[in-house]
């Protein structure tokens, strides 16, 4: 492993992995799927707070959260197609992303729960695309909310069933914090790789 000094000095490419890209594409394709396939349908009210929930962790943020933090390392941040565009555009380093979000998720009469596992790693390379390092960041978060209440509830039949953001908040939030974690970690490994 190689270190980037001065790194204010100089200019950054990002390249976002085709399988960060793919793994962005069928997290919106899900989204969109419950957002307008079942809540549009069968919860209309709630289409704006679900939408709101589901933004909050958008996969794209995960992308423009990073490009914030490396923006504040180097002197500018460019997103860039490939190693190619960034040979040819002349940016002193490139930084190819690579996103992993995983869940687990489960539903039962008792509880909703989920556990998220945000993965982010930047791989490094210098103007002759020779590998410089690797900064990443992991991190596991679990998240649950209680269906207790709304089976007494059904039990008496006079209570209106939970709208999907209640059910969708925890979750949400253990994504967000997964994030956070994940974050913090690149941060850490990224001081050893980048040296302002």
Avoid: C
Wanted: aromatic share 8%; charged share 30%.
């Amino acid at each position: 492993m190689r270190t980037v000094t001065e790194a204010k000095t100089k200019s950054l490419a990002v390249i976002v992995s085709t399988s960060t890209a793919t793994q962005i594409k069928h997290r919106e394709d899900m989204d969109a799927k419950y957002l307008e396939g079942y809540v549009k349908s069968w919860e209309p009210k709630s289409y704006g707070a679900v939408k709101s929930l589901q933004d909050s962790v958008g996969p794209h943020k995960l992308i423009d959260t990073l490009v914030a933090e490396l923006r504040s390392r180097f002197k500018s941040v460019s997103v860039v197609a490939d190693l190619a565009e960034f040979k040819e555009g002349g940016s002193d380093v490139a930084a190819v992303v690579d996103v992993g979000m995983e869940y687990k998720a489960n539903s039962d009469i008792a509880k909703n729960s989920a556990e998220y596992t945000t993965d982010v790693s930047l791989l490094l390379f210098d103007k002759q695309v020779r590998k410089i390092g690797i900064a990443n960041g992991k991190a596991t978060e679990y998240g649950e909310r209680s269906n207790a209440n709304d089976f007494v509830k059904g039990l008496f039949l006079v209570f209106p069933d939970p709208k999907p953001e209640e059910m969708m908040r925890p979750l949400v939030e253990a994504e967000r914090k997964s994030r956070v974690s994940a974050f913090r970690q690149l941060n850490t490994s990224l001081d050893q790789l980048v040296k302002k």
